[in-house]
């Protein structure tokens, strides 16, 4: 069963030309957690909004369930949501704060307070019930803005960046929470974010949004090995993808190397973008000359930053290595791929993508 | 190596002077305009303190004598002159004050929407504030008041009923109508920017939980108006009992419309020329408002105190 | 800010028309009194001392009868010319004193900022008329007695605690680090205020200034005690036009009109940064 639907979704700012989220289309099932990403100004917290109601819709329509509710009010949508900068009640406490919804439904007293209890539970806030939000750290209010949503049961709970003030190391851990909560829950939950690696980790499914158009809406995997185009291929992924210009000229060239696609794939006329990961890339004894820029190790792999001589430019490429590596900035060293190489044709939408093919 | 202390400095060719103490030159900038203060206000109290320890009388002329704290024994509290302005005090700051922050309160909450033509009627509400009180003070006598001719009486006979002579008749509501007229846009300005600094985020959480639009406001924005209420409260109080324009140019004192202020003058420069006496109201007037600012200390504390927690 | 577009989902155009509406209805009667002295200043004096009328035949020739001086009683000129001088001059001393009183406050405060910034506040407590007494005397004594300075002083004094208040919150709003930075860069408390401090406090500055502007253009108490003859200011020439014998309505609006309208002109050009500075200044 479909839970949400945006149906043509589109909203254009007063004063604008251009759409801030354009015909967007995206069928959310019952339970599953999907993920809106994308860079600032892509539209997804704004696609949150326009289903929350707090923006308008100016064109198509947005249902949750079998109601369209295009044009209902926030109150009466059945969600609940978390901010991005947890909007506390600044002058309730904790257990205020996490109760006012129930008291707006005028859920009977003893309700809310076990309600409210059991959601504290849940989330470490049992000590902090009397407190106010400015007596909480970072941390202490995103658990109660997570804590103001889980209370209540509804259709869907939105989320908005919940993770982005929270340090590094927190929000790491937070992430893991938030989905077994989530899982746990079984509510359906479209959440937000501008970071990638939280997409993937997180999303049941993820949908990349880009100037207001939705680029791709797939399992993480999927987004990962078939990404539908040049925006996606290098938004996923870090250290991102390495993309090559390769030119008209057939057949193409890495380098001063030919680089063929295999298994009878055709290229189209026109330029070609050719993508590899750096786990696809390796340094040795390759027949693709570089030289090495910098090396990163991070203990558990090692990031090799390579610069080419391709087409009369020095063109960088990352390479990701198991530990031990032992080469140094300056050595002159071989690359091989030996991962999968996507094509990308002139309008960036991708090809293919075959084996090795690297001679 | 000189240990030089505070005082000398001793000038090396090639070293830098050593400075001002840390403490001395934070000081400085605040100095001309703490002295300037100081001598503007306190000089004259001490001279009213002085005055008042005297039965200094101008009319009739007499050698001004010490008389200790007579003024105060003896006069202030059986002139039951003074304790009227006390009470017409009361009543001119008190109810004008609510008066101003209840509608100023109400514009405000009107104004914190986007509709057609919203900074014009912005505008429009701002200038009663603007203008002159020796202005207002007689406009409202002769055009909105006025007996015969006046606005008000106009409306009033449309509705069926005998026009009224306000100045004259109700002089304390005339007045204090007046006043509210004059300070909502002040308290308006307040309370917007009291509206305004409300997040958007936690209203828009308190719509998506289901409250309300009265809901909201009377769980959520009231509390978050309070320093700003206190605020109004504050400075309201702190104008409206020194009112002296209005009350000159609308009744020129009398029954109902002196206050303390008027009355004071009326006791001295007046025409009642009791400079001694005079000067005695005026020391207890102070007294007052050091109990009412000690009071009112404890509302800015607590506002100055909220800005570090903050 | 909390309004966010003028559509909000779910409110009907009707409600949002009518609240629309409404406040419009309230911000015509409210700014009635001033539409209507406006409106009789242009009429003959037999058309404003009656029932209101709406319809009648304009004329600027009160405005001819306020401005034209009349041999011995104060002009319009003569009073225009003081207040001018008086404001301007007066607001001018106060950022002079209060714009480095404030930085003392808030920038790199001293021990007891707080006790200083009370007592500056109480001094407002004391009523202007309680003290009007000494500050005669002190006046003639000093021969200020119908002068513009003596004004000047005292309309400097009045301001200066409320110039202070406000514009230490302004101060504070500057990022301590720009001020470091200079401090590193061997920036002295001119080179501070100049650079740094006065460009980004610039609107708090101004919605300050108007303020004081106000309150020294419409004061009428010590004007009217110490200055009747000389050195007199606008407010007290407004009172001239009232008179015991014929009608003075119509006169008396013109007047009104030309007291009032440099502040209510400034005022409203200025709307937003006394509203900003109001908030700021005074909720800080």
């Known amino acids: 069963m479909t839970a949400v639907r945006y149906d043509d979704a589109t909203r254009t700012y007063e004063g604008t030309d251009v759409a801030a989220v354009d015909r967007l289309n995206l069928d959310i099932g019952d339970g599953e957690l999907l993920v809106l990403v994308g860079p600032s100004g892509s539209g997804k917290s704004t696609a949150l909004r326009m289903l929350a109601g707090l923006e308008p819709l100016d064109g198509g329509s947005i249902h949750i369930g079998d109601r369209d509710v295009s044009n209902v009010r926030p109150r009466d949508r059945d969600i609940a949501m978390v901010f991005q900068n947890y909007a506390l009640y600044p002058q309730l406490s904790v257990a205020e704060n996490m109760g006012f919804a129930l008291k707006q439904q005028k859920v009977p007293k003893e309700d809310r307070v076990k309600r409210v209890r059991e959601a504290a539970r849940i989330l470490d806030l049992e000590p902090y019930l009397d407190r106010k939000p400015k007596h909480l750290?970072?941390?202490?209010?995103?658990?109660?803005?997570?804590?103001?949503?889980?209370?209540?049961r509804p259709a869907v709970y939105l989320m908005d960046e919940p993770l982005s003030n929270l340090d590094a190391k927190l929000r790491v851990q937070t992430r893991?929470?938030?989905?077994?909560l989530q899982n746990r829950l079984g509510v359906t939950t479209v959440y937000v974010t501008h970071d990638q690696v939280e997409a993937m980790t997180m999303g049941d499914r993820?949908?990349?949004?880009?100037?207001?158009?939705?680029?791709?809406?797939?399992?993480?995997?999927t987004l990962y090995h078939e990404p539908v185009n040049l925006f996606v291929a290098g938004f996923i992924g870090s250290p991102a993808m390495n993309l090559v210009d390769a030119g008209e000229q057939r057949p193409l060239t890495?380098?001063?190397v030919e680089l063929e696609p295999s298994g009878g794939l055709a290229l189209p006329d026109g330029v070609i973008t050719i993508g590899f990961r750096p786990e696809a890339l390796t340094v040795g004894d390759g027949p693709l000359r570089a030289q090495i820029r910098t090396v990163e190790d991070l203990g558990s792999e090692v990031f090799v930053h390579v610069a080419i001589e391709h087409r009369g430019d020095s063109v960088p490429l990352v390479s990701k290595m198991s530990p031990p590596f032992d080469g140094a900035p300056g050595d002159n060293v071989g690359l091989k791929i030996v991962g999968t190489t996507h094509f990308f044709d002139g309008d960036g939408a991708r090809i293919g993508s075959t084996p090795a093919a690297l001679r | 190596m000189?240990?030089?202390?505070?005082?000398?400095?001793?000038?090396?060719?090639?070293?830098?002077r050593r400075p001002l103490s840390?403490?001395?030159?934070?000081?400085?900038?605040?100095?001309?305009?703490?002295?300037?203060?100081?001598?503007?206000?306190?000089?004259?109290?001490?001279?009213?303190?002085?005055y008042s320890l005297t039965d200094w009388k101008i009319v009739p002329p007499s050698p001004r004598e010490f008389v200790g704290l007579d003024n105060y024994l003896h006069h202030l509290f059986n002139d039951h002159f003074f304790t009227d302005a006390v009470w017409v005090s009361v009543r001119l700051t008190v109810f004008p004050v609510i008066g101003a922050i209840v509608l100023g309160t109400a514009f405000a909450m009107l104004l914190d929407r986007n509709f057609f033509g919203q900074g014009l009627v912005r505008t429009l509400l701002i200038t009663p504030f603007l203008m002159m009180p020796v202005v207002v003070g007689l406009i409202w006598k002769n055009q909105m008041f006025h007996g015969l001719y006046g606005v008000l009486n106009w409306v009033i006979e449309k509705l069926g009923a005998n026009p009224v002579e306000f100045v004259s008749r109700y002089p304390t509501v005339a007045i204090g109508i007046v006043l509210v007229w004059q300070w909502t846009p002040f308290m308006m300005l307040i309370m917007l920017a009291g509206l305004q600094s409300q997040p958007a985020d936690v209203l828009e959480a308190a719509k998506v939980d289901g409250a309300k639009p009265f809901a909201i406001f009377r769980q959520l924005t009231l509390s978050h108006l309070r320093p700003y209420i206190e605020l109004?409260?504050?400075?309201?109080?702190?104008?409206?009992?020194?009112?002296?324009?209005?009350?000159?140019?609308?009744?020129g004192g009398g029954p109902g419309s002196t206050n303390v202020p008027y009355f004071v003058f009326q006791k001295s420069i007046g025409g009642g020329w009791e400079f001694g006496q005079a000067s005695s109201y005026s020391i207890v007037v102070v007294v007052a408002s050091i109990v009412i600012a000690t009071i009112a200390l404890r509302v800015l504390s607590g506002l100055l105190k909220g800005e570090e927690i903050a | 800010m909390s309004t966010a577009s003028a559509v909000v989902v779910g409110e009907s155009r009707w409600a949002n028309r009518m609240w629309g509406a409404l406040a419009w209805v309230l911000g015509l009667v409210f700014f009635f009194p001033v539409f209507w002295m406006v409106l009789n200043s242009f009429k003959e004096e037999q058309d404003a001392n009656t029932a209101p009328k709406l319809f009648f035949h304009p004329t600027l020739d009160r405005y001819k009868d306020v401005t034209k001086s009349a041999g011995g009683l104060l002009s319009f000129g003569e009073a225009f010319t003081n207040s001018i001088v008086i404001v301007l001059v007066s607001v001018l001393i106060v950022l002079l004193l209060a714009i480095p009183a404030a930085y003392a406050l808030a920038i790199r405060p001293v021990a007891k900022w707080r006790d200083v910034l009370f007592f500056f506040i109480s001094t407002k407590f004391l009523p202007v008329v309680a003290s009007i007494l000494p500050v005669w005397i002190l006046a003639r004594n000093f021969n200020l007695l119908n002068t513009r300075l003596a004004l000047i002083i005292l309309y400097t004094g009045i301001n200066l605690p409320l110039a202070v208040w406000m514009l230490r919150s302004?101060?504070?709003?500057?990022?301590?680090?720009?001020?470091?930075?200079?401090?590193?860069d061997g920036a002295s408390l001119r080179g501070q205020l100049t650079s740094i401090i006065l460009p980004m406090a610039a609107p708090g500055i101004a919605a300050t200034a108007l303020l004081c502007l106000i309150f020294a253009w419409n004061e009428f108490f010590y004007a009217v005690q110490l200055n009747p003859v000389h050195g007199s200011t606008v407010p007290i020439w407004v009172t001239t036009n009232i008179s015991t014998r014929g009608d003075f309505l119509a006169k008396l609006s013109a007047a009104s009109v030309l007291a009032c309208i440099p502040v209510v002109l400034a005022g409203w050009i200025a709307q937003k940064r006394m509203i900003r500075g109001l908030a700021m200044g005074a909720i800080k």
């Open chain 1, 206 to 221: 993820v949908a990349v949004l880009r100037n207001g158009v939705l680029q791709q809406c797939d399992a993480p995997g």
């Open chain 1, 176 to 180: 893991t929470e938030v989905v077994e």
């Open chain 2, 232 to 251: 109004g409260i504050l400075l309201g109080t702190i104008y409206l009992i020194q009112v002296y324009d209005q009350i000159a140019v609308m009744t």
């Open chain 2, 2 to 16: 000189t240990t030089a202390d505070a005082t000398t400095r001793t000038v090396r060719p090639g070293i830098s």
């Open chain 1, 137 to 152: 750290s970072g941390g202490q209010r995103q658990r109660v803005a997570m804590g103001r949503a889980i209370v209540r």
């Open chain 2, 22 to 50: 840390d403490a001395w030159r934070r000081r400085l900038p605040l100095l001309p305009a703490l002295v300037f203060t100081i001598l503007l206000t306190q000089v004259p109290f001490v001279m009213s303190v002085y």
């Open chain 3, 170 to 184: 302004f101060f504070q709003e500057i990022p301590k680090e720009l001020i470091e930075a200079a401090e590193i």
């Open chain 1, 254 to 256: 890495l380098g001063d």
